[in-house]
């Protein structure tokens, strides 16, 4: 079992670094292409809207395909991509090449996160959804970096046809280590749909959104913050986000372990800090020492909440849990989105590079809110019904529970 949490590992690693690799190599795409930045940063936006659509549409597909063969079918469509990238002779066939990819990261996600949790007993199945997620986490410390100095120095296309030769051999993993799992008798697509009555699912992704979305509002201007404010050179830019991505690594890893022994602890704690955190950001951000210590801290908090949040959606949509758990994937990314914007938005009402902390701060505070409420919610739901006879005396009624 462990052999086929890894296969799933090195599919979200290749994942993972073809989603944030395309910001290190984004000058060199766009004087190869005679595009401004600008023009080449829709390259982002493109791969993460292209998360959001393709989620809910290539699981649905999916419906009536083995867990097994549909991971295969995306981890195909991941590697064409890659390849359309690293051979487009145009931009805007780059930008197809990305979407093309980006439309396997949701479901890969979603319905690996589904066959992890199966591999495992019930009482591991958070720490394994954590162990399929460390391979994006450590394509942060160790596929981004790489791939952007490959970039820099090989050329970018070589960066993509790497990535897309991670892609295969986390296909051939997946063919010969992932078992076939059999899906639920009965289960259809309508049953994957019903799920999204459940408020317990709801909240779970709005938890997703503006949780993650916290961090994201702080570290998509990490760049100017750290430059501008802290006082670092350029080239330490990557060595932060190195540490951004050791903090995501243990806090994933953290937030696996004791969200199998209490989740929602494990969800009070971990956004109740990253709140704090990033609000003390727009203080500690002009200290090299302190600004460097957050940034790890950010990662750790932000990742914690990771693989809690996506076991309560599996534990909350339990017996057609594979839609909503892409459409979680999704969350994220629409979380990222919402925050870089709204970080854009008050850096550019002049309130300065430190701004977005605050407004990563309110998110996650929000995030914690509904933690509460869905607790509270779920406290509620499990009472019993209590029925009092009418004109029995107070002392001598009965209770029948439902």
Do not use: C
């Not at 295969?168 to 019903?194: C, F, Y």
């Not at 998509?220 to 986000?241: N, Q, R």
């Not at 919402?338 to 309110?362: D, E, F, Q």
Request: hydrophobic share 60%.
């Amino acid at each position: 079992m462990p052999l086929a949490l890894l296969a799933l590992a090195i599919g979200a690693f290749g994942i993972g670094t073809t989603e944030f690799v395309i910001m290190g190599v984004l000058p060199e795409v766009a004087g190869d292409f005679g595009v401004s930045i600008p023009t080449a940063g829709l390259l982002v936006t493109g791969y993460a809207l292209g998360v959001v659509i393709g989620a809910p549409i290539m699981t649905a597909l999916g419906t009536k395909v083995s867990r097994k063969r549909m991971l295969m079918v995306l981890m195909g469509l991941f590697v064409l991509g890659n390849l359309i990238s690293a051979v487009a002779p145009a931009f805007w066939l780059m930008f197809a090449g990305r979407v093309v990819a980006s439309l396997a990261h949701g479901a890969f996600f979603g319905i690996g996160s589904v066959a992890a949790a199966e591999l495992v007993a019930p009482e591991k199945k958070a720490g394994a959804i954590a162990m399929m997620f460390s391979g994006l986490t450590v394509a942060n410390v160790v596929g981004v970096p790489l791939g952007t100095l490959i970039g820099q120095s090989a050329g970018w296309r070589v960066t993509f046809a790497g990535v897309a030769a991670l892609g295969v051999v986390g296909l051939l993993g997946i063919a010969r280590l992932v078992p076939e799992i059999p899906r639920p008798e009965g289960v259809r697509l309508r049953h994957e749909l019903a799920a999204f009555k459940n408020v317990q699912v709801l909240l779970a992704m709005a938890m997703t959104v503006l949780g993650f979305g916290g961090v994201f509002a702080a570290v998509t201007y990490i760049a100017p913050m750290m430059t501008h404010v802290a006082g670092f050179a350029d080239g330490s830019v990557t060595w932060l986000l190195v540490l951004f991505g050791l903090g995501m690594v243990g806090g994933n890893l953290i937030g696996g372990r004791f969200a199998d022994r209490a989740l929602m602890p494990m969800l009070y704690v971990s956004l109740g800090g990253l709140a704090v955190v990033l609000a003390l950001f727009t203080v500690t951000a002009h200290n090299k020492v302190l600004a460097a210590v957050t940034i790890a801290l950010i990662g750790a908090l932000g990742f914690a909440t990771v693989p809690p949040l996506q076991k309560r959606v599996l534990d909350q949509a339990h017996g057609a849990p594979t839609l909503a758990s892409a459409v979680n994937i999704g969350a994220f990314n629409l979380g990222n989105a919402l925050s870089a914007w709204l970080g854009g938005v008050v850096i550019a009402a002049g309130l300065g590079y430190t701004a977005p902390n605050w407004v990563g701060a309110a998110l996650a505070a929000g995030a914690l809110v509904l933690a509460v409420l869905s607790a509270a919610l779920e406290r509620r739901a499990s009472r019993p019904t209590v029925v009092v006879a009418a004109g029995v005396p107070a002392e001598a009624r009965t209770a029948v529970h439902h």
